[in-house]
């Protein structure tokens, strides 16, 4: 069964399966290490929702600060890594739409922009309001960099307590005219939060794949913070 090692405060180790995992009384106890201090961690909804995505677009911002150094260095063109992609096969539709389409040709700014955009409209479903997409136009490293910098503060002014109703929620999704009503939990774990990593991943996926010296600590950041 997929699940996960767990240690606790003594040391002693426990495999906790998935589905055990995603119960809210395995989840609390979770995050435990002795050696630091630690003891039980509890998620919020705000942690696994805006505090997630806040965690990953800064990891992204700090990526994106080795490219731009790796463009100066290397007297490579801006414009040329920002419009890398990491599949080129088959069409894609009008990148500028503010509906994303064929995901897997969209440049590297494109993915940067869904990465901040979906989280966005993410938390504005869990929340219940109204949801604008901002246009996929950025073509500068200062740009993105501005984009990632808004996201990052409109999340971390959510209130905890109303990301909490948010998990209760009906968000409805209307798309291709199909409609779906998913409870906002099962939107955020089925949908938001892989949805949020795919763009992460494609992202750093490209950087790589041009030569941008990016290691699986860049992805991860900080990960070890108390």
Known sequence: MLGFLLFDANGLSKHIGLPGL??????????????????PMSLSAYDLSAGLFVRGLTNLKMQLTKAEAHVAATGGGEGE????????EGPVRDLSSPVPTDLHGYTLAAQIHWAAQGAELAIARLLGAPQTPAPNDAKSFAEL????????????????????A???????????????????????VAYAIPHFYYHLSTAYGILRNQGVPLTMGDFLGNWAMN
């Open 22 to 39: 995603l119960r809210s009384d395995s989840m609390s106890h979770a995050i435990t290490r002795k050696s630091s201090g630690w003891g």
């Open 81 to 88: 890594l920002l419009g890398a992609q990491l599949a080129s």
């Open 145 to 164: 960099y501005q984009r990632l910098d808004a996201t990052i503060v409109y999340l971390r002014e959510i209130a905890p307590s109303d990301l909490e």
């Open 166 to 188: 948010g998990l209760a929620r009906t968000v409805v999704i209307e798309h291709r005219g199909v409609s779906m009503s998913p409870s906002g939990s099962q939107f955020l």
